[in-house]
């Protein structure tokens, strides 16, 4: 997993400044645990220090997803989440009912996106995928509600 110091050696790497907004913005990402929102990141910065902005979160977000450090999902609550590249190798199956969410892995993906290749040419990329469905205890509660009394 990247830590703040490694995030910001890649950034060297590629040209970029570092400042000390993007790097509280990188402490952040990097402290919080699994995927967040813009939202979530800004109030954990307003923390450290009210000078930095909403729109300055989201620039440096749009920034580490160009640069392929971070990844970005819609987890079916109206925000983008987002989490570090390197916390990107599962996907997430949540309950449209509850909306639990289950992790699952990246290997259960692989047939799918290796028929994608071979059958139709395509060059899937799955970094991270959501898929929305009901959960056991969900599906049974519909199907109590949906048969004949």
Do not use: W
Request: proline share 3%.
């Amino acid at each position: 997993m990247y830590n703040q110091e490694a995030l910001v050696n890649r950034l060297h790497a590629r040209g970029i400044r570092v400042t000390p907004q993007r790097a509280m913005i990188l402490r952040a990402v990097e402290a919080m645990p699994g995927h967040v929102t813009a939202e979530e990141l800004y109030a954990a910065v307003q923390a450290e220090s009210p000078y930095v902005n909403l729109a300055t979160v989201y620039r440096t977000l749009d920034l580490l997803k160009s640069l392929d450090l971070i990844t970005d999902a819609d987890m079916g609550t109206g925000a983008t989440h987002y989490a570090l590249r390197s916390h990107a190798d599962h996907h997430h199956a949540i309950c449209r009912a509850c909306r639990h969410s289950v992790e699952f892995p990246d290997h259960l993906l692989s047939g799918l996106i290796h028929d994608l290749h071979t059958g139709y040419g395509f060059e899937a990329e799955a970094n991270h995928i959501v898929v929305f469905g009901l959960c056991a205890a969900c599906a049974k509660i519909e199907e109590l509600h949906s048969s004949p009394a």
